[in-house]
Structure formats: C-alpha cells, structure tokens
C-alpha cells in the first residue's frame, strides 16, 4: 500500500493519517469542514491536494449514517481500488452500502476501537490504535484482496485485528461500550440534584463508575440511536438484574432475620457474578506480566519490627509490589512475604541479609501481574 | 488527647492508629484476632497491652452491627472517657446503641470515608485519611465534649469534618457509595457469560465503571444489607430513569424517521443530566486547581506547521495541558492558543519569539483545574 486519502478529519481519520503518514504512506485528506481539513493538514497528517489517480485504499472516518452515501460517491469517482469505514457501528453502514446501491465488492466495514475523549484532528494521535482491538466486518461480497488491504491497514496502525460479523460487532459494542456508557450517565444524573454534603462524601469509586458519563452527549445520542435495539437488548437483561437487586434489598430491611439473611445471600450472589465479570475485562492499558519473585523474611516478635524492615527497604529505593503475612506467627516470630520485581529480588535478599533484626529464609521467582 | 484504644485491627482501625501514633497519641490494639493485632502492632500501630486507666478516646472499628454490643461492653469495663465507632452506616449502630442500652452521652457515630480496596491491617496507611471527608453523627444526646474530642480526632488524621443526621449519612452514603457499587457490580455480572471476542472489545470506559465491582463480595453484602431502604430508593429512581432510557431505544430502532429524532433528543437530554452530575463530582485525588495561562501563537499556512511547533515546545520540555485552534484560520494564517502552567508562559513566549515560522500574539493567565 502507497497512497491513500481519507475522508473526514475528525479524531479518528486524522490519527489514521497520522499513523499511515508516520509508516511512510503518501495520505491525502478530504473534509466538508476545510478549518478540520486543514488543522489536519498542519498537524502534518498528509495532503489536501486531490489524488491525481485512484488510491490503493480510501478510509471513510465519517458518522455511521453517511457511511453508504459518501461510499456511493466516491466509488462514483473511481477515488480507490479498495474501501474501507471506521465508523463505530457496522449493521448501520452495513445495510446502508446495499440500499445506496454502491458496490459491496470494494468495501469492507471496520471498527478501531479506540477511545478519544476530545473531537476534532487536534484530539488526533499517531499512536491512537497501538495495541488495540480493530474490528473488520467483511460482507459476503467483500473480496479477499479488499480484505487483505484492510488487515494492512491495521498492521500499519499497529493495532489488532479482529474478524466478525456485522451484527455481532453491534451486539458486543451495546455490551462493553454502549450500554455502560448509558448506564454510568443514568447514575450521573441521580447526583444533578442531591444535596452538596451528599455530593461531598464522594470518592474514586462513584468518580470511576461516572466517568464516562462526561462525554459528549450529541455524539453518544448519535451512537446509541446508531446502535438502539442491540443496546435495549442489554438494558432489558441489565434491568432484570436490577429488579431482584431491589427485591432484596427490601426484603432486607423488612426485620425478619431469616428474610435478611436470605437476602443477603442473594446480594452476595450477584455481587460474586459481578467479581466473575469483572475478572473477564482487560487491565487498563499499561496492565503486563512482570516477572515477579518473593522474598520471605521472619521478622523478631517487637511491635514496630514491620515498620522497621519496610523503612529499610524504603531505603534501598526497592518497590513492593504485595506484601503477605503469615497467620500463624502468633508464635515467638513472623513470617512476611515481600513480592518485588525478580530483577530487584536477589539485591534485596542481600540488602536485607547484611544487617537488621530479621533473616531471608527464601527467594522464589515467578510470573505475575503488575498494573502500571 | 493523649491515650486511645482502637478496637478493631483491621484496615481502617489499624490506620486510625498509625496515624495516632505518627502525631505522639499512645495509642492501645485491641482485637478479637489476635494475629491481626500482632500484625499491626509489627507494623508501629500500637501497643497490645491493657491501658491501666480509662483512655481519652475509644474507636470501635468493628462492623456496623457489632457496633452497639461493643459499646455497652467496654463502656461496662469503663475503657474510655468517650467513645467513636467508624462503621460505613450510621442509623443502624445509632438505633443498636439505644436497644443496647449503652450510654449515649459518651457515643457519637462517625464515617471516615476513604476507600481501602484490600482489607486487614496490611492495607493500613497513616495517611488514608488526608484530606478525605468524616463525618460525625451526634445525637440529640451526645455530649459536647464528646464531639469535640472526635473532632480531634479527625484533625489529627488530616480529614474533613463534616457534621450530618445519622439517616442524612445514610442516604447520602446510598447514592455516592452503596448504589454505585451495586449498579457496577449488575453490569459487570453481564459479563460474565458474554462470548470472549465481545468482552475483547473493552476498553477503558467499562473497565472504569466496572472497577469496584472486584469488591469483596461478602463485605460489601454486609453494607447493603445494613442500608437496605436507602439503597433500595437510590435504585428505584435509577429503575425509572432506566426505563425511560429502553423506550427512547426501542423508539429509535423502530424505523419511523420522526420517531427517532424524538427518540434522540429524549436520550440527548438524559446524558446531559448525565454530564450535569458529573461535573458535580469531586475530581480524582490530586485534582487541583492551577494557574495556567494561554499563549497565543500564529502560525503560517504550510503543511506540517503545527507538527514542527509541537516538536519545538517538546524540546523545551514545557507540557501543553490543552490546544485550542481557531477555526477561522481558512484564510492565510492559523491562530492556535496554547494553555499550559502560568510559570512557564513566559519562557514559553520567549522560546518561541526567538525562532521558527510562527508569531506570538499574546499570553494571558488564568485559573483553571488540571487533573494530575
């Protein structure tokens, strides 16, 4: 792949133009907005000259709605030998390709996930896609030439592809981003009109649960009517949940203690589905396998020993990742497990071997998490 | 205050203790587990023995319900002078307290709110309080020496007093707390059975909403169920605008042009409550308030001119907290407004006056708030 244009220099097109132009592509770019275009321009993400012939790949980063129009004319044009959208629905452009009747052969629908919190080319980024999941949607139409330029695309966006059918990439987006973006703005708006001292007694929790709901509510009221059924679909199931949620939590507070406990059985099962769900989602990006050891130390039986051993390991400018105690050493000493990145281990069995009211009795390495 | 017992060797209790003992308090442990005493007496909290005379101030760190028969105990064995309990609900120990039949005179209710998501001593810090609100719930009966010394208390943990009604507490706690809880852990339970290429699409919108849903399943069982009608009333009003959210969604995908655009504006309007509570929102630890100011700067109308002023600030090493463009900069020349730290506005201004193909036109301060 050489040349390219992409159409639309919103935040996502122009990161395209920027990772594309970065790899050495020859990008042109096209806007209605010529201000956006021409931000675009400026950020260095390619050229508003009009391609002399057709492209190898055309990017159409325009809303879902205009997907099947702008392909039409376009293809029209004979601007590329191969297209492909980013717009974050795909049933929508999917049907839209068919009823404009442009030709489905050419085309292929794709979906970087990538969040952008800010809009407009400058919210632009080269490294926007590192690392994650691109949606393509081949149609039974699409040729296998259209697709392979597509999973090029991707590579050149170093982000990782992922093959699915329209339909299914509308149903899985209602689940991991529609529906909670919707749900963290309906518990938004329960706080609009709360009392200050109510609001005052929030913390991170409530904070990251509502996060999301600061986004742009043009653009999402766009997206969730894009995407209606699939998104009701998860509300309804979301809903059900709710409802015995609250039927517990009244048979809770009636006073009879066999209802109670009863009740708190059932909050606890769906608190432990939630522990279940939870554990399923991605680490935030920055999450990776360390190597990580362990360095098992007793320590003397006077209170302020484990203050002291930690102002020690302070002092050696060691991070620990998780610390462990033994129970049992209610008994004359006690046994603490310090987990540290393996590279820092053996220095600190030795750190801690020179000196100290305490003895290493073991270094083991192994692999573990570490959120950054 | 110069004595305290803290009953209760868990995370908080144990970290109302070092924080006692950073500022000189002598501060005793005491716990029904004696391995999570020893632990945080290892760890500096305080001393396992028996105080010989009654303290200035006992903490009950113990859960809600064991509040009450706590209470009547130690104010049988004369431990204290006054006493504190910092249980996460407050009508149920407030009402335990009178059937109990404990002095209410020498009690008074409080609520450290800071998060600690692992629990035991190990989880302690002397600093979980800083900055963080607590609130204290005198009844009509508390005496005023009482409050005071509890005041004392927080300000020695470097948190925020705040004076409230034991039923305002819990209501307030439902829904910036308990509610939100619920409502992530609901969510996430969707995910539980969702196929694996569904949930690979996350991204750091659910991973945010979800967050709290790793809670401990039983703990967070015992504080639903000891604020039950709270909650449950948060959820009904959550329940109402849910619906209205499934019917502006069916609406829309129902095919109806006029239909959907009613559909779209009913759901705009609930994402912009959605944006209005947000804003409500405490910003994340760290969130502060800082001089900032605008350079202005126009640049020439060549490809790549922004590109090459964000390369040149980069290498002064000065960090542009936002960008703004003027979008009437079709014509000839771009102004972009650059806004970054006040104290460096004016090296910025010198740094970029001195080279390059752009011109400074101005450099204004104002305040602003910048997330760290």
């Known amino acids: 792949m050489n040349t390219t244009t992409v159409i639309g220099t919103g935040a996502i097109g122009t990161s395209v133009a920027l990772a594309l132009t970065r ?3 020859s990008v042109h770019l096209e806007d209605v907005d010529r201000a956006a275009a021409k931000t675009a321009e400026a950020m260095g993400a390619g050229s508003l000259q009009t391609p002399d012939r057709p ?5 159409l980063a325009v809303p879902p709605a205009q997907v099947g129009s702008v392909l039409a004319r376009v293809q029209g044009s004979r601007l590329a030998r191969a297209y492909v959208d980013v717009a974050s629905v795909k049933q929508v452009p999917h049907d839209d390709v068919r009823a404009q009747r442009a030709d489905p052969a050419s085309y292929i629908g794709s979906h970087p996930l990538a969040g952008t919190e800010r809009s407009g080319p400058l919210a632009a980024r080269a490294d926007l896609f590192e690392g994650r999941p691109w949606v393509l949607t081949p149609s ?5 030439d259209v697709l392979n330029r597509a999973l090029e695309l991707v590579a050149l966006c170093d982000a990782m592809p992922v093959v699915m059918d329209a339909g299914m990439h509308d149903h899985a987006v209602a689940l991991v981003s529609h529906a909670p973006h919707l749900i963290s703005s309906l518990l938004a708006a329960r706080l609009e009109h709360a009392p200050q001292d109510s609001v005052r007694l929030s913390g991170q929790g409530v904070a990251d649960v509502t996060r999301i709901a600061a986004g742009d509510a043009r653009l999402w009221g766009d997206i969730l009517t894009s995407n209606a059924a699939a998104v009701a679909d998860v509300l309804d199931a979301f809903a059900s949940g709710l409802g015995r949620a ?5 048979a809770a507070g009636d006073g009879d203690p066999a209802k109670r406990a009863r ?3 059932d909050l606890e099962e769906l608190l432990r589905q939630g ?3 939870c554990a399923r989602i991605a680490r935030k990006p920055g999450a990776r396998r360390t190597e990580l050891a362990t360095v098992a130390v007793t320590i003397s039986d006077k209170p302020g020993a484990l203050a002291e051993l930690f102002t020690s390991i302070g002092e050696l400018g060691v991070n620990i990742e998780d610390v462990r105690i033994e129970h049992s050493w209610e008994h004359t000493r006690g046994l603490v497990e310090l987990v540290v990145q393996k590279d820092a281990a053996a220095e600190l069995s030795r750190w801690l071997g020179s000196g100290g009211t305490w003895a290493v009795t073991r270094a083991d390495a192994f692999s573990g998490f570490k959120t950054e």
Chains 1, 2 share one sequence.
Do not use: W
């Open 55 to 59: 492209v190898d790949l055309a990017v």
């Open 140 to 144: 039974e139409s699409t040729g296998q």
């Open 263 to 265: 009740a708190q059985e």
């Open 275 to 277: 522990n279940r769900g």
């Open 246 to 250: 609250i039927d517990a939590l009244r």
């Open 23 to 25: 790899r050495g592509i």
